[in-house]
């Protein structure tokens, strides 16, 4: 592999805080370390039409508190084709940068391995996503600061809930993952959380019903994962309304405001970690991986894992939510 002297950073796929945080690590570090860097603008659209602009260390000050992102984010069909990842590449050669920095979930590391295999660009991968989805990393960027955000609705809707002895279903985000519900029951009191993993074992909404509301609760909020498998929170409403009609039903749908605000001071950590990692495992010679953090240590994930390996629920923390909602 030539030496790397000139490093393109993009984000892309859905946004979450601690982005900005990330770009400004990656650039700062990249620069501190003699190399060139260039902001690639709208994530892979930005390469296809060529969004791209170069970064000084100055471009990136003042933004670790903003959320969202600075080089903003898009979806890109084109990308998904061969003619499209050929024109970015092209795009990539003329501005004379040698290797990707990707901040996204699974679809944005899915994108970058098909270009990386294509093409032999050097790709490293940011794990920047609300859903904590990513197989190889304890928490993804963003995780931390949607979880708070639940949390601060959570105890704002309970007021009401108690206030009128209403059971609420609360959706969140999560796609195919429960840890934002999962976890986000557990900070907040919450009485159970339907989350997809467990949705074909039991009927969590009978075992909710039999195990606490219908005994002891005047009130009750349910977390529920936004997902297909669970059919989220409007689903068990409906339920709830026809087969037991005695309870004062409401749904509360967070929607993306999980998905914005300033990061907490662990997202901005993890960000400014992880960045610094991805300029570490460029000068190393490494190649199509991930940085995650395991322990807190840094380790670097093969895309092929990242993207493949579904990423498990601690079973023990289902225990923990259904032993203190008694």
Do not use: W
Not at 18 to 45: D, E
Not at 46 to 51: A, M, Q, R, S, Y
Not at 141 to 156: H, S
Not at 192 to 206: H, W, Y
């Amino acid at each position: 592999m030539s030496k790397v002297k000139c490093i393109g950073i993009l984000t892309s796929g859905g946004d979450a805080p601690g982005m900005n945080a990330a770009i400004r690590a990656v650039t700062r570090a990249a620069i501190c370390n003699g190399l060139a860097v260039k902001g690639i603008y709208r994530g892979y659209k930005g390469l296809i039409t060529n969004e791209i602009s170069e970064f000084q260390t100055q471009n990136v000050s003042n933004i670790i508190q903003q959320g969202g992102t600075i080089l903003k984010t898009a979806r890109c069909k084109e990308f998904t084709t061969p003619e499209g990842r050929k024109l970015a590449y092209d795009n990539m050669q003329a501005q004379g940068i040698d290797a990707l920095v990707i901040i996204g979930g699974d679809g944005s590391l899915t994108g970058a391995r098909i270009f990386a295999q294509e093409f032999d660009v050097p790709c490293i991968g940011l794990p920047g996503t609300i859903d904590n989805d990513l197989y190889g990393t304890d928490t993804t960027i963003g995780y931390d600061t949607a979880l708070n955000t639940i949390l601060d609705a959570v105890d704002k809707i309970r007021d009401t809930a108690t206030s009128h002895e209403r059971l609420f279903f609360i959706e969140v985000m999560g796609r195919d993952a429960g840890f934002l519900a999962l976890n986000g029951a557990i900070a907040a009191g919450a009485e159970a959380a339907i989350i997809p993993e467990l949705s074909t074992e039991v009927d969590q909404l009978q075992e909710l019903i039999s195990n606490g509301f219908r005994k002891s609760k005047s009130s009750s909020i349910v977390l529920v994962a936004e997902s297909e498998i669970t059919g989220g929170a409007m689903h068990y409403a409906e339920r709830v309304k026809k087969e037991f009609p005695q309870y004062d039903v409401r749904v509360s749908i967070l929607g993306h405001v999980q998905r914005g605000g300033r990061p907490t001071a662990h997202d901005r950590i993890l960000a400014s970690r992880m960045g610094v990692a991805a300029i570490d495992a460029l000068l190393e010679g490494q190649r199509n991986v991930m940085i995650g953090i395991q322990n807190n240590e840094v380790v670097y994930v093969p895309f092929t894992r990242a993207i493949k390996n579904d990423k498990p629920i601690d079973m023990n923390l289902v225990r923990v939510l259904r032993e203190l909602s008694i």
